[in-house]
């Protein structure tokens, strides 16, 4: 044997036994990576070693590769039993820190519940979306075109009186009903329309028992051909029937600017007449707003207090009760 070939054994051999340890103790997928591209890669340790190769003789050169073949295979094989080892580690590792102890007594939380004016509201929206009508929204914010003069009631009206409300310093206003949804909704659709437009308004209205600042209405829509009052009443019957039972209802004469004629509306309820909502045809000057014909078209508009509703329905003495956040009240629904 030549002093070249057993050199290079020799090399060989040692380069098997210090990759060997290498592989053993290394402990991290990447560090293992690296270790492959020390020992094995086209730049590696055992290319340079058989880099001396074309000092050695024509028929000891098969030998020397067999040799390099045999402990790339073996390397290869530890590295890649190396990495199964360390990949299983880790995920033993990761299963340890997100298991769950289910010995461990569990984190109480209590049943949440509905509050009483979102059933309310809940419920007279299934009683509308089941007789057809559409569930409309707009800003709290409004200017007072869309609240005020676009519903009949100029400046000068004396109306505005009524429905006083919060002014911010550029000119908008925080919306005192939801008909301002109403002549958002008119301005994009055309007839016909079938409308339910629930949300918070806003009036400077004297805190007290039955009265706030801040409350909930729903109004309804309803713009046709040949619409009468006498839709009108019937849904309002089919509503409040649904809504409170098989009571007597009446309708009153009254006045709003954006309703002509208009009329309230009284439940008998414990044996005394209890107003729940108001009402009337859709004035012609509103219609013309926006830019319907009132000789072709005709319609209705009706509104209530949702808070009003959850204290006659709830026996409930004080309005105050239901925004107090009391959990000893809330509980009770």
Known sequence: MTTELQ????????????????????????????????????????????GGMGKLEPEARPRIG???????????????????????????AQLKTETIDVTMPPVYRPQGKIHPLNAVIDRALDIFVGMGYTVATGPEMESDYYNFEALNTPPDHPARDMQDTFYLPDGNLLRTHTSSVQIRYMEQHQPPIRIVAPGRVYRRDTVDATHAAVFH??????????????????????????????????????????????????????????????????????????????????????????????MVLHQLDDIRRVYASDLRFLRQF
């Open 66 to 92: 067999a040799r390099a073949n045999e402990v790339k295979q073996a390397l290869q094989t530890q590295l890649d039993q190396r990495r199964t080892a360390l990949e299983l580690a880790l995920i033993e």
């Open 217 to 310: 209405q729903l109004e309804l829509l309803a713009i046709g051909e040949n619409l009468r009052f006498t839709d009108l009443k019937g849904t309002i019957k089919e509503f409040l029937g649904q809504m409170f039972g098989d009571l007597p209802i009446r309708f009153r004469a009254s006045y709003f600017p954006f309703t002509e004629p208009s009329a309230e509306v009284d439940l008998e309820w414990q044996g005394k007449w209890l107003e729940v909502l108001g009402c009337g045809m859709v004035d012609p000057n509103v219609l013309e707003a926006v830019g319907y014909d009132p000789q072709k078209y005709t319609g209705f508009a009706a509104g209530f207090g949702v808070e009003r509703f959850a």
């Open 7 to 50: 050199s290079l054994e020799n090399q060989i051999e040692s380069l098997r036994q210090e990759a060997d340890r290498a592989i053993a103790i290394c402990e991290t997928l990447s560090g293992l990576e690296q270790l492959r591209i020390n020992y094995l890669g086209k730049k590696g340790q055992l290319s340079k070693v058989l």
